[in-house]
């Protein structure tokens, strides 16, 4: 076999390589997930130094969980008063009380699911989600508009990136909702400990809600 000749390597395709560009533009737009695309998740590990120090630049911080598996861009806290007014480029998103309620309840599901130690992916149908909100609905309470209110509020957390809608195996077959681990980056520890104070106030906001609604 010849041997190569000088300046021959430099005519080989170089391997594919992903720049800051190729990683912070899908940061930007939203949520990276490590089963989603392997192939930038393993970029990302590898030049993460490089893209906390860019966005940096931005006033962003780069949120990163090896162990789940995600990534996303968060708006710095506690930015000085006096400092120049710039564009906020990640948007933030008020949220509804009963997506809230959806959301908060979720994640106590997750800890309840975690603390179990089966499956790594807590899957829910849609009943079991209307059954998790009609515990804090009162009696009697219209099952097809609580239906409606759900799939709603359910296609909302999907738009957030919280919950992934599965793709049926079959025909006919009950809807079913993946909870995302990333909601416990926004559902903190410190949330949790006051959970139950706040489902129950959520509980009473929502019966008063109920009772207000069916009066009119």
Known sequence: MAEPMPGDVDDLP??????LTALVIPLLKG?????EDPTL???????????RDHVAVLLLDLVLDEAEGYAFLRSRPGLDEDSPKLPRLIRRQPLSFQLSLLLALLRKKLVEFDASGGETRLILSRDAVVEMIRVFL??????ARLIDQVE????????LGF?????????????????RRI????????????????????????TTTGSTDEDT
């Not at 998740?41 to 893209?51: K, N």
């Open 31 to 35: 949520v990276l997930y490590r089963d």
């Open 138 to 143: 009162p009696a009697g309470s219209n099952d």
């Open 152 to 159: 709603t509020h359910l296609n909302k957390a999907i738009e």
């Open 183 to 206: 909601l416990k980056a926004f559902v903190d520890a410190q949330w949790l400990a006051d959970l139950d104070q706040r489902l129950a106030l959520y509980k009473t906001q929502l």
């Open 14 to 19: 170089a391997a594919p390589q992903h720049d």
């Open 163 to 179: 919950v992934r809608r599965l793709k049926p195996a079959a025909t006919g077959q009950e809807a079913l909702f993946e909870v």
């Open 41 to 51: 998740w393993a970029a990302l590990l590898r030049l993460q130094a490089r893209v």
